[in-house]
Each structure stands twice: as C-alpha cells, then as structure tokens.
C-alpha cells in the first residue's frame, strides 16, 4: 500500500511538471534582438524566425511564421511527455529530452544522442524565451512575445469634395512586441501602404541605454530602415505617434492601466 502510495505520488508530481512545460511553451516567439544586435555589432546574425506554439486537443502545434503572422512553412505536430525526473518534447516524430530545473528546462545532452533531420530543434525553455538549434548547429534565442492592439490614421491623398483633407481610420489591428509587423492602406484605400512595427527593446552592455517599447512606421519597400519611430518606457501600456500625415496608438495587452482605444483618442 506504501509503495501504491508513492508511485501515485510521484505520477501526480510527473503530471503537475508536464502540464507546466506543456502550457509554458503556448506563445509567440522571435528572434529580432538577437537579429537586430548581431547586425548592429557587424556580426553575421542567425537567420531571423518565429514561432508561434499553439494547443489543439492534446498536441502541441508549433508553425514558423513571419512578422506579420503568416504562415511561411508546415507546421510541426507533435506533443510534451512526462518522467520521473525528465519531460520530453516531441515534434515531428523527433524527441529531444529536457532535465527540469528551478530556471526552465535544459536540453540533456545524455539523452538527446540520436540526431533529428529537421530545420530546428527546441532545446531551451525559460520564462521568457526559447532556446533553438538550427540544422546545421547554430543557436539562436527567440524571446516571447506580448499580443499588440494598434489603431491608426493616414491622410488619403486625395481631399474631400469641399476640399478638406480625408483620412483613413482602422482599428484592431494586431501584431507583438517582439517584431512584429502589421500593413494599413494600400489597394483603393486611397493612401500609400505603411507598415507598423513594434520591439521591446533592452540594449546590451556596455550600453547605457534604457529598456524601451519601440514603435516604427515602415514603407514596405524599405523594412530594414523606418520612416519615423517613437518610443515609451518598457513598462508602458501604450505607445503612440503623431507624424501630422499619419498617426497611431499601440495598447500592448496585459499591460494597460485602461482599455479605452477608441476613435476618441483621434485628432485630426
């Protein structure tokens, strides 16, 4: 009975650790710091990528996307399993082994000897991040992304019949904190397309720089370099800027003091 007892134990404890790494890893992620800082130190970065990890009944799907969200590659099925004192991540029928600890789990460099033939491999989960090794053995670290909700205006280039300037207003437009894009006009909206870009921003050392959230506007056939930008503390709730021919607010969800992104806060 002892014995019956402890081994219920421990399956409960095994259980509680996998739901952990299971749910831990529902997100997205990407590279753009590291990208971004690689470049910026006249270093060859790793190739930019993001991950966006959902859960569909009991799997996990892990699908490579791009900054704007779209699907640039099929997506991996597969799922986290638990050991007495391991979990297991597997992902298109290749499973890599993580020892648990207080800071995440760590890739255990016992266990993982078969090689996968697969573009990239989980090996590293904290709270903030995911560690991956690409096929052919470079590293990268995809830092986890907050969900955006902007609204925006831009002057059409057109005026209005009595000859007063037109805007074009829209709202509910998503992306993340970690790169992530989003395009407003273009067609026959009546104004040149713009693409919004946001990055929460920690600058390395020796920099004295101080952590920021980043706000650009992008011409599309220029996304390395921003028109404008504007900046805010990392620990704002919103970001905004006004350009006279264009403007924008950005509320990073889960960190708004208020929800009040309405048509309201437009001038003009």
């Given at each position: 009975?002892?014995?019956?007892?402890?081994?219920?134990?421990?399956?409960?404890?095994?259980?509680?650790h996998?739901?952990?790494?299971?749910?831990?890893?529902?997100?997205v992620?990407?590279?753009?710091?590291?990208?971004?800082?690689?470049?910026?130190?006249?270093?060859?970065?790793?190739?930019?990528?993001?991950?966006?990890?959902?859960?569909?009944?009991d799997?996990?799907i892990?699908?490579?996307?791009?900054?704007?969200?779209?699907?640039?590659?099929?997506?991996?099925?597969?799922?986290?399993?638990?050991?007495v004192?391991?979990?297991?991540?597997?992902l298109?029928?290749?499973?890599?082994?993580?020892?648990?600890?207080?800071?995440?789990?760590?890739?255990?460099?016992?266990?993982?000897?078969?090689?996968?033939?697969q573009?990239?491999?989980?090996?590293?989960?904290?709270a903030?991040?995911?560690?991956?090794?690409f096929?052919?053995?470079?590293?990268?670290?995809?830092?986890?992304?907050?969900?955006?909700?902007?609204?925006?205006?831009?002057?059409?280039?057109?005026?209005?019949?009595?000859?007063?300037?037109?805007?074009?207003?829209?709202?509910?437009?998503?992306?993340?904190?970690?790169?992530?894009?989003?395009?407003?006009?273009?067609?026959?909206?009546?104004?040149?397309?713009?693409?919004?870009?946001?990055?929460?921003?920690?600058?390395?050392?020796?920099?004295?720089?101080?952590?920021?959230?980043?706000?650009?506007?992008?011409?599309?056939?220029?996304?390395?370099?921003a028109?404008?930008?504007?900046?805010?503390?990392?620990?704002?709730?919103?970001?905004?800027?006004?350009?006279?021919?264009?403007?924008?607010?950005c509320t990073?969800?889960?960190?708004?003091?208020?929800?009040?992104?309405?048509?309201?806060?437009?001038?003009?």
């Open positions: 009975m002892l014995l019956t007892s402890l081994s219920m134990l421990t399956l409960a404890v095994g259980s509680q996998g739901a952990v790494l299971d749910q831990h890893l529902l997100g992620y990407t590279n753009e710091e590291q990208v971004y800082f690689e470049k910026d130190a006249g270093r060859t970065p790793p190739p930019w990528i993001a991950l966006k990890i959902e859960k569909q009944g799997d996990l892990v699908t490579r996307t791009d900054a704007f969200g779209k699907t640039v590659a099929a997506p991996l099925k597969g799922y986290a399993a638990v050991g004192e391991q979990d297991s991540l597997t298109g029928g290749c499973t890599r082994y993580f020892d648990r600890g207080d800071a995440g789990w760590t890739y255990s460099k016992l266990q993982n000897k078969k090689a996968c033939l573009d990239f491999q989980i090996i590293g989960v904290t903030d991040e995911l560690k991956l090794r096929g052919d053995g470079t590293e990268t670290r995809l830092k986890r992304a907050r969900p955006v909700e902007c609204w925006a205006a831009a002057k059409k280039s057109k005026p209005k019949a009595d000859g007063s300037p037109d805007w074009m207003f829209v709202r509910k437009l998503n992306l993340h904190d970690q790169g992530g894009r989003v395009t407003i006009g273009g067609g026959d909206t009546g104004i040149e397309p713009l693409v919004l870009r946001m990055r929460a921003v920690y600058w390395p050392k020796p920099s004295t720089n101080r952590p920021s959230m980043v706000l650009y506007v992008h011409k599309p056939d220029d996304p390395d370099r028109v404008s930008y504007s900046w805010a503390d990392i620990n704002a709730s919103r970001v905004g800027l006004n350009l006279r021919w264009m403007q924008a607010s990073i969800k889960g960190a708004e003091q208020t929800s009040d992104v309405t048509s309201q806060n437009f001038r003009g």
